[in-house]
Structures are given as C-alpha cells and as structure tokens.
Nanobody, 120 residues
Framework: VQLVESGGGLVQAGGSLRLSCAASGSIFSINAMGWYRQAPGKQRELVAAATRGGATNYADSVKGRFTISRDIVKNTGYLQMNSLKPEDPAVYYC???????????????WGQGTQVTVSS
C-alpha cells in the first residue's frame, strides 16, 4: 500500500493550492483519511481529517480556509487550501487507515509529504 501526495508548491499569500493523496496497492477499504503538516523546528500537527462517513475535523488555525474531501471510489483524498498565510508553509503529509482484507483490521499509512511554501 502506498500513499502519494501531490499538489504542493509555491504560492503567494492569499492564494490557493489543492493537495491530493492517492492510495494504491492492495486496498479493501479506507476508513479515516487526514492531513498533517510539519514546519521546520516544530512538531507534526493535525490539519484536517475526514471519516469514511463524511465527518470532518479541522485545526482551529485552518478552519474556514481549508477543506478536506475524499473520493471513496478513487481512493483519493484532497485538501483544498485557500487564503494561504505566511504561517501555513510546511511539509504536508497524508495519512489513512487502510484495511487490506475483509477482516476489519485497519493499519495506518503515511505518504512521503509534499512541500507547501507561501511567499509574502
């Protein structure tokens, strides 16, 4: 199983980016998917998460600006980031709880991360 993020890059403050996270491999089911970020010298922090049922959770710092979504058929998650601020730059990581079989056992997987840079 692999999670591959894409969509990071350089954007001006106030701009937007859309991150994607594609899960591939032997996947039976994906439960929760989420996005974390880690800036230099800081701990990795939760940005947003979404359950399979559609419930979402956001860090206070991104509420109203970021939107998490997922395409269950495509096994892909997204993070739409609007109104980017100078404090948003970080490596953004995708994570997902994935079952590889029908036994109901889910394991956590992480992507390799994608860099987001915001210029002021």
């Amino acid at each position: 199983v692999q999670l591959v993020e894409s969509g990071g890059g350089l954007v001006q403050a106030g701009g937007s980016l859309r991150l994607s996270c594609a899960a591939s491999g032997s996947i039976f089911s994906i439960n929760a998917m989420g996005w974390y970020r880690q800036a230099p010298g800081k701990q990795r922090e939760l940005v947003a998460a979404a359950t399979r049922g559609g419930a979402t959770n956001y860090a206070d710092s991104v509420k109203g600006r970021f939107t998490i979504s997922r395409d269950i058929v495509k096994n892909t998650g997204y993070l739409q980031m609007n109104s980017l601020k100078p404090e948003d730059p970080a490596v953004y990581y995708c994570t997902a709880e994935i079952a590889r079989g029908s036994g109901g056992y889910y394991e956590g997987y992480w992507g390799q991360g994608t860099q987001v840079t915001v210029s002021s």
